[in-house]
């Protein structure tokens, strides 16, 4: 697009007049630091850019809100003019290309049902859909001390596997539906939160030799640090020593001492993505004995046999757990995926489509046709239908 179109939503979102979903795109785009490509700059949308940012940080810091601090925001100043102009420009003819969401399909919000804890013994435990949590422990509660019901007592703690040695095989399964997170307490305090369509699988009680647990989707990890002594040669227990946590996928197993990190292993995703955050893990691809070591702000994205390793912003892969889509250079069909994953639908692709990079931080609490909307670029576009039984995006050139 020109940039006279970028100019004109800026004044509009100025003077107020823009649409809600112009408004958000606008802001997504100032308070997110989304990098586009740096070559094209225009002084006066840049004045129009710091302008409207020095008002929203006024208007935040009122209400005690954080915001990124300022002279973090300056070198993306003239990048996110690209990105301003690269997303707006089909406000204008929102009708041109399809059917636009009208009133039925723009109410679809995130799909919502119920957690379900699968027991050792087979049977499955419908979780409360009101609750945020469980916490693993002598009893299964909910994080609000609540027990559940239907759910007998657990072998306690990690402990000495020679205490119970039949626990450790016991395996409950936690599984997330679409459009839902939650969170678990493990035996050994290690906090997880699961995004949607997830699944978690550990045992009612860890051994003193290794904590596994097998995920499949994706999950944000904070491992305890737990100490079991060594035996001596005489029997008596000597130093000491740290209990690795593993966390083992499709393709690749992550083993850790302590520490928090994300990873993204969803069974429809060619990769699986490792973010750390703090600490260190270990990462290995499944089909490969080597491995490598992260440090903080490093991912690893294992592909088959190949992992490569790479500095990212950590917030950008960890924002669902605070209730947003984060998109940053994120191409089409992932972004898609993740729509999906949240909102139940299904996604098909009609043409020739082109590469679609998205940059912006969205809230996961808006409809479909809200965020579809916030979405649309120049050169893609979106219509939601409904043939009584689902729904479906349809994407087109």
Known sequence: MDRSSARDLLIRYRSGDCT??????????ILHDAAGPPDLSDVELLDDLLDIRLRLERS???????VTAFRRWLPYAAMLIFVVSAGIWTYSRMNDHGQAPGRETANILPAHSAA?????????????????GIVMGDQV????????PGVGEQSPGHGAASQNASAVSQRLTLAIPKGSTYRVTLPDGT????????????????????RTVELAGEAYFEVSEIRA???????NSGPSRKVPFIVSTRNQSVEVLGTQFNIAA???ETVARTTLVEGSVRVGA??????TVLKPGQQSVVSGRQISVAEVDVAAYTSWKEGYFTFNGTELREAMRQLSRWYDVDVIYEGNIPPTPFYGKISRSNSLAGVLDILKEGNVHFRIENNGAAYRVVVMP
Do not use: C, I
Not at 20 to 29: A, F, G
Not at 229 to 235: H, I, K, L, N, Y
């Open 141 to 148: 509660t909910y994080t609000d001390g609540t027990s559940v």
């Open 266 to 268: 969803y069974a429809d």
């Open 229 to 235: 002594p060594v035996q001596g040669a005489s029997g």
């Open 20 to 29: 809600e979903s112009e408004r958000q795109l606008v802001e997504s785009w």
């Open 116 to 132: 379900t804890l699968t027991l050792p013994d087979g049977s499955v435990v419908t979780l409360s859909d009101t609750q945020s």
């Open 60 to 66: 935040m810091r009122k209400h005690d809100l954080r």
């Open 191 to 210: 906090k997880v939160w699961l995004n949607a369509a997830s699944t978690l699988t550990y045992p009612s009680r860890f051994s003193d030799n290794e």
């Open 286 to 291: 499944a089909q490969h004995t080597a491995s």
